[in-house]
């Protein structure tokens, strides 16, 4: 527990927050001013601490909304795919390489241009599932430039326009189409290295993933444990039931090695904060599988209740659900994760 402990006396403070207005959030689809306000306010999206204290926030915002802190973590590997520079207090960045051709094939898919103008650049084209896009101050924009595929800081402006996505998981978090319309942007990082560069932050939101996909067991682990020792069935407690403690014992045990990957992780990569794009992967793959195993089981253990919508356990599933397709989908990362497996094994 070298690092899990660290913000845990921000819980108390992000409860005060997220739970009164994690439902609204869910419900009208988009994070309030004041909410992130207040955030900013306790220091939650402060990103000059360590990786593991980033992690630790990321994963007990996610106990109340996984949706907020999805975007702290969109607004950190943004910064980090942009080379960790100063920001103003306020200010939130978004990453924007999906296009609609498809996330997964990147280099095929990729439209979006950038052109030069004696000093100036333009940016044009269209992303899709750009997450924070109503929140940001500026878009971090993956464009062929001269060079090829290059990473741009594009500015909030009129040239900018987004339309909200409704999805049904991580709702909140600003998912949405963006169109860059001669949007004025300034060159960040190697030109022509933009998709490793990219990857910087997405290996950091794949790990950021597994954070989100605990502080989602934290929440239904709560669930489950409080509804199981107040209801009595038959005569007994549920807690009582083999079936109800092999379901927490699994639960657990999938948090206990998550945490302890991620730490591993999180350790490995020091000061960096680039992290080991395999185990970054088997992560992202295992929480996924553990958040969703966790919240379907919350959703179970309230039998009818759980079922209703807007209710916790019912939210949960969704943003659980969400996990297995943000930051590249779990095919994908099957894929890459059999690749490294082979390579090991030859
Ligand atoms: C909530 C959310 C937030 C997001 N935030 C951002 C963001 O901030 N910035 C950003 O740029 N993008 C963002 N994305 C986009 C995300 O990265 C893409 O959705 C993801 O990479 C998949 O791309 P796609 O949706 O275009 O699906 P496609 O690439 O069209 O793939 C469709 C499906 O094909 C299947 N598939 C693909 N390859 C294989 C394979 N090799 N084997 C078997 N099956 C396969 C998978 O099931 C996959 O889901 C976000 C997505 C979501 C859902």
């Excluded at 360590?50 to 969109?74: E, F, N």
């Excluded at 991620?262 to 490995?268: G, T």
């Excluded at 080991?276 to 253990?301: C, Y």
Aim: neutral net charge; aromatic residues 6%.
């Amino acid at each position: 527990m070298v690092f899990w402990s660290q913000c845990e006396e921000l819980d108390g403070t992000v409860k005060s927050v997220l739970e009164p207005v994690a439902a609204d959030i869910d419900r009208e689809n988009i994070i309030p001013e004041d909410v992130l306000n207040q955030l900013f306010d306790v220091g939650v999206f402060d990103l000059g601490d360590s990786l593991g204290d980033l992690l630790c926030k990321v994963r007990v915002v996610a106990r109340y909304s996984p949706a907020v802190a999805h975007t702290l973590l969109v607004h950190a590997g943004s910064w980090l795919a942009l080379g960790r520079p100063e920001l103003g207090r306020g200010e939130i960045l978004a990453l924007s390489i999906t296009e609609p051709g498809g996330g997964t094939d990147l280099r095929a898919s990729l439209k979006t241009k950038a052109e030069r103008e004696g000093e100036a650049w333009y940016i044009t084209g269209t992303k899709i599932f750009t997450s924070n896009a109503p929140y940001a101050s500026d878009y971090v924009v993956l464009a062929v430039g001269p060079a090829g595929p290059s990473l741009y800081r594009v500015s909030r402006s009129g040239n900018v326009k987004y339309e909200l996505l409704d999805l049904i998981g991580l709702r909140g978090t600003g998912a949405s189409i963006v169109h860059y319309e001669r949007a004025g942007g300034q060159p960040v990082g190697t030109p022509g290295k933009g998709i490793k560069e990219a990857l910087k932050g997405i290996n950091l939101g794949r790990l950021g993933y597994g954070a989100i996909a605990l502080g989602i067991i934290d929440a239904s682990l709560r669930i489950i444990v409080e509804k199981a020792s107040s209801t009595v069935i038959f005569g007994r407690e549920l807690l009582t039931y083999q079936g109800i403690k092999w379901r927490i014992a699994d639960i657990h045990m999938k948090a206990r090695a998550l945490e302890d990957l991620i730490e591993a992780i999180v350790s490995r990569a020091g000061d960096t904060w680039i992290v080991d794009p395999e185990r970054a992967a088997i992560v992202k793959v295992m929480g996924a599988e553990a958040a969703q195993k966790a919240s379907w089981a919350a959703v179970q253990i309230m039998g009818g209740r759980g079922l209703a919508r807007w209710s916790k356990p019912e939210r949960l599933q969704r943003d659980a659900r969400a996990l297995d397709i943000g930051e590249g989908a779990r095919e994908v990362l099957l894929d890459y994760i059999a690749s490294q497996a082979v390579k090991a094994y030859t």
